[in-house]
């Protein structure tokens, strides 16, 4: 990809001048009301965040959005966690648009920019992780890792953590949790042979020591007994997100993925890390679990991989590559020449501007002004993440820690009205910021989230 233009490291810096920038008095304005209301005439199922703040985007550049009324928003969100390296870096659409005006599909087919793709990720990837399959969304990738899985073991069962997520097809739902305390019985229901096991929240923690800190130990032993008494001894994989996104950004302690990692070895069980959301630098490593020095045995990839083009991978080790011959792994779009491109540019890009780094510097600011937040304000339970994988924990009372959800929603909202384009919100604020902001923005967002707060203390009678 030498060929594309150079791009300086500050290219999203001057869309950025002046944001937030709200022109109309209500927010979202009436050409976004307008909008809506005529989409949602047919189209159904949107997402909570949608719901709650009904606004219709027209362009991002950077780490800033603009609406269809001219409002201009800092971005908390990055998409959803998929455009991470800002809107429409021009390297990334630069790259897509040469492969668009020149092959679009070439379906399983080597390409030059496949080819590089392939070596560039062999080259980043820890350990022998250079098996590699491409998809198009996470959970296909998911779906395959699961495959995959089975193939290589050849054993079926697979068990995964409470509150992960994985995607919504049967067999990446069959080891998510979807509906958490609802009754659903049109929702998709586990496969047989997936199980959920409780994995450690150190905020809310099953298992503790005599100090009171989380046992990481208790929970293995756990695992040992439930492998006995709960499994028919056929486990092929633990599946487990390294970070858990939508179960609110909660990191297990820095001992549980060491400890799982032995368990797994002991007992022949592959240990399948899926990095869709938390991987590709979001935390600051190209995988999460490398924080814990563990190199897992198969990993996904999605979201901030293609920068917001619509890429995905399924990698195994080296000496398991054979098994992706027996899964009729390929897809119809998976690595088509743009995919290739938006994720190679993307690879690239991380390298060239020192992303890694910025994600671990910015990363430790906002972790420090989110645990100063905490110390003066009454609802703000726990803080949680690591880079730019961010979670704020609302609760109605710090002794009792139960859930705030109305908070949670209201906090959203008000931010959203002060021109922050964030992620949604149940009780836990979840931030996944472009990982090119640097401290000036990472600040002002927390500056707009930190009155948000304090305004719904008020409303709720706290201060
Ligand atoms: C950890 C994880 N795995 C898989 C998926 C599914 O990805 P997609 O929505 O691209 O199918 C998600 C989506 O949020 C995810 O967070």
């Not at 098994?323 to 690595?335: N, T, V």
Request: glycine content about 10%; aromatic content about 10%; overall charge neutral.
């Amino acid at each position: 990809m030498s060929n594309l233009s150079k791009v300086s490291k500050d290219w999203w810096k001057e869309s950025a001048v002046g944001i937030p920038k709200l022109i109309t008095t209500e927010i979202p304005g009436p050409k976004s009301k307008i909008m809506h209301a005529n989409t949602i005439r047919y189209m159904k199922g949107l997402s909570s965040q949608v719901k709650l703040f009904p606004v219709c985007f027209e362009e991002g550049h950077g780490i800033t959005l603009t609406d269809v009324d001219g409002n201009k928003y800092l971005d908390f969100s990055s998409g959803i966690y998929v455009t991470s390296l800002g809107h429409c870096h021009p390297k990334i659409s630069e790259a897509v648009a040469h492969w668009a005006k020149k092959l679009m599909n070439a379906h399983d087919f080597t390409t030059p920019v496949k080819e590089k793709l392939m070596e560039k990720m062999a080259s980043v990837l820890p350990g022998k992780l250079n098996a590699i399959q491409l998809y198009s969304d996470g959970t296909s990738a998911v779906e395959a890792a699961l495959r995959a899985a089975r193939a290589i073991s050849d054993k079926h069962e697979f068990i995964s953590g409470y509150r992960d997520f994985h995607g919504k097809s049967m067999g990446a739902v069959s080891c998510a949790q979807m509906w958490r305390g609802e009754t659903h019985s049109y929702g998709p229901t586990r496969a047989p042979g997936f199980y959920m096991v409780p994995r450690p929240d150190p905020y809310r923690p099953l298992w503790t020591k005599a100090d009171g800190t989380i046992d990481t130990d208790a929970y293995i032993n756990f695992y040992e007994t439930f492998l006995k008494e709960g499994t028919v001894g056929n486990v092929a994989a633990f599946v487990l997100e390294p970070a858990q996104g939508w179960g609110g950004s909660i990191f297990p302690p820095e001992d549980f993925f060491p400890k799982l990692k032995i368990f797994c070895e002991k007992h022949n069980i592959l240990l399948y890390d899926d990095e869709v959301l938390a991987g590709m630098g979001r935390t600051g490593e190209w995988l999460t679990l490398s924080h814990w020095g563990v190199t897992p045995d198969i990993v996904t990839f999605g979201k901030s991989f293609g920068n917001g083009f619509p890429v995905t991978a399924m990698v195994v080790r080296e000496e398991n590559g054979e098994a992706l011959e027996k899964i009729s792994a390929s897809s119809s779009y998976g690595g088509n020449p743009m995919a290739c491109a938006a994720a190679l540019a993307s690879i690239e890009v991380i390298e060239e501007e020192d992303i890694l780094q910025n994600v671990r510097t910015v990363g430790e600011f906002f972790i420090k002004r989110m645990t100063k937040m905490k110390e003066q304000h009454p609802i703000l339970g726990d803080v949680k993440g690591k880079g730019f994988l961010l979670g704020i924990e609302l609760v109605k009372d710090k002794k009792t820690k139960e859930p705030f959800e109305e908070a949670g929603k209201l906090v959203y909202q008000k931010a959203f009205r002060k021109g922050l384009a964030w992620v949604p919100a149940g009780h836990i604020l979840r931030m996944s910021p472009p990982l090119i902001m640097d401290e000036k923005y990472a600040s002002m967002g927390m500056d707009i989230i930190e009155d948000a707060i304090t305004e719904v203390e008020k409303e709720f009678g706290y201060k």
